[in-house]
Protein backbone atom coordinates (compact mmCIF):
# COMPACT_ATOMS: atom_id res chain seq x y z
CA UNK A 1 0.00 0.00 0.00
CA UNK A 2 0.97 3.27 -0.99
CA UNK A 3 0.62 6.14 1.26
CA UNK A 4 1.47 9.86 0.44
CA UNK A 5 2.53 12.75 2.90
CA UNK A 6 -0.40 15.54 3.74
CA UNK A 7 -0.47 18.42 6.21
CA UNK A 8 -3.89 20.02 7.55
CA UNK A 9 -3.50 23.63 9.14
CA UNK A 10 -6.39 24.00 11.76
CA UNK A 11 -7.38 27.23 13.44
CA UNK A 12 -9.79 26.09 16.19
CA UNK A 13 -11.74 28.53 18.21
CA UNK A 14 -9.73 30.84 21.09
CA UNK A 15 -11.83 30.64 23.58
CA UNK A 16 -11.66 26.34 24.02
CA UNK A 17 -9.93 25.33 27.00
CA UNK A 18 -6.95 23.55 27.01
CA UNK A 19 -8.51 19.90 27.73
CA UNK A 20 -10.83 20.60 24.82
CA UNK A 21 -7.64 21.40 22.04
CA UNK A 22 -6.10 18.39 23.49
CA UNK A 23 -9.64 16.37 23.16
CA UNK A 24 -9.78 17.92 19.09
CA UNK A 25 -6.33 17.15 18.58
CA UNK A 26 -6.83 13.73 19.88
CA UNK A 27 -10.10 13.45 17.73
CA UNK A 28 -7.65 14.12 14.78
CA UNK A 29 -5.26 11.81 15.44
CA UNK A 30 -7.61 8.99 16.09
CA UNK A 31 -9.51 9.80 12.14
CA UNK A 32 -6.43 9.15 10.75
CA UNK A 33 -5.17 6.00 12.27
CA UNK A 34 -8.09 4.30 12.10
CA UNK A 35 -8.24 5.34 8.07
CA UNK A 36 -5.05 3.24 8.14
CA UNK A 37 -2.79 6.91 7.85
CA UNK A 38 0.39 7.54 9.99
CA UNK A 39 0.72 10.41 12.31
CA UNK A 40 4.24 11.82 11.85
CA UNK A 41 3.83 15.23 13.89
CA UNK A 42 1.45 17.75 15.41
CA UNK A 43 3.13 20.88 15.86
CA UNK A 44 1.15 23.26 18.50
CA UNK A 45 1.59 26.76 17.08
CA UNK A 46 -0.03 28.44 20.18
CA UNK A 47 -3.04 31.03 19.91
CA UNK A 48 -1.93 33.95 17.10
CA UNK A 49 -4.07 36.95 15.75
CA UNK A 50 -5.94 36.25 12.56
CA UNK A 51 -5.40 38.46 9.52
CA UNK A 52 -9.06 39.13 9.59
CA UNK A 53 -12.17 38.37 11.43
CA UNK A 54 -13.31 34.74 10.86
CA UNK A 55 -16.75 33.79 12.50
CA UNK A 56 -16.66 36.83 14.99
CA UNK A 57 -13.13 35.76 15.86
CA UNK A 58 -10.01 38.15 15.94
CA UNK A 59 -7.95 35.36 16.85
CA UNK A 60 -7.48 31.30 16.62
CA UNK A 61 -5.49 28.78 17.96
CA UNK A 62 -3.43 26.91 15.29
CA UNK A 63 -1.66 23.65 14.93
CA UNK A 64 -0.55 21.52 12.29
CA UNK A 65 -1.46 17.76 11.82
CA UNK A 66 1.58 16.13 9.42
CA UNK A 67 0.68 12.72 8.60
CA UNK A 68 0.71 10.10 6.11
CA UNK A 69 -1.91 8.36 3.97
CA UNK A 70 -4.37 7.37 1.08
CA UNK A 71 -5.71 9.91 -1.21
CA UNK A 72 -9.36 9.27 0.69
CA UNK A 73 -7.57 10.00 4.17
CA UNK A 74 -8.03 14.01 3.22
CA UNK A 75 -11.72 13.29 2.53
CA UNK A 76 -12.35 11.82 5.82
CA UNK A 77 -10.30 14.66 7.68
CA UNK A 78 -11.82 17.40 6.01
CA UNK A 79 -15.67 15.96 6.51
CA UNK A 80 -14.78 16.20 10.07
CA UNK A 81 -12.95 19.43 10.45
CA UNK A 82 -16.47 20.80 8.12
CA UNK A 83 -18.74 19.29 10.57
CA UNK A 84 -16.84 20.17 13.82
CA UNK A 85 -18.37 23.52 15.28
CA UNK A 86 -14.84 24.28 17.23
CA UNK A 87 -12.59 24.86 14.24
CA UNK A 88 -13.10 27.97 12.60
CA UNK A 89 -10.67 27.66 9.23
CA UNK A 90 -8.10 24.95 7.68
CA UNK A 91 -6.14 24.07 4.63
CA UNK A 92 -5.01 20.27 3.77
CA UNK A 93 -1.38 20.26 1.63
CA UNK A 94 -0.60 17.39 -0.25
CA UNK A 95 3.54 18.05 0.94
CA UNK A 96 5.01 15.85 -2.13
CA UNK A 97 4.02 13.82 -5.12
CA UNK A 98 6.24 11.24 -3.55
CA UNK A 99 4.42 7.98 -2.65
CA UNK A 100 5.47 5.53 0.74
CA UNK A 101 5.81 2.57 1.88
CA UNK A 102 3.98 1.44 5.08
CA UNK A 103 7.64 0.12 6.17
CA UNK A 104 9.22 3.18 5.30
CA UNK A 105 8.05 5.44 7.27
CA UNK A 106 7.52 3.52 10.16
CA UNK A 107 11.14 3.05 10.01
CA UNK A 108 12.24 6.63 9.52
CA UNK A 109 9.74 7.23 12.39
CA UNK A 110 11.11 5.01 14.79
CA UNK A 111 14.92 6.23 14.17
CA UNK A 112 13.72 9.91 14.56
CA UNK A 113 12.25 8.48 18.30
Known sequence: MKLREY???????????EE???DLITKFKNIITRDNGIVK???????????????????GYYFVLHYYGEPNIVEEVERNVKIDDRIIRFL??????KEFNREEIEAQLKEAA
Not at 7 to 17: F, K, M, N, R, S
Open 41 to 59: EVEKWGLKELAFKVKHKKK
Open 92 to 97: TFKVSK
Open 7 to 17: ETVIVADPDLA
Open 20 to 22: QLE
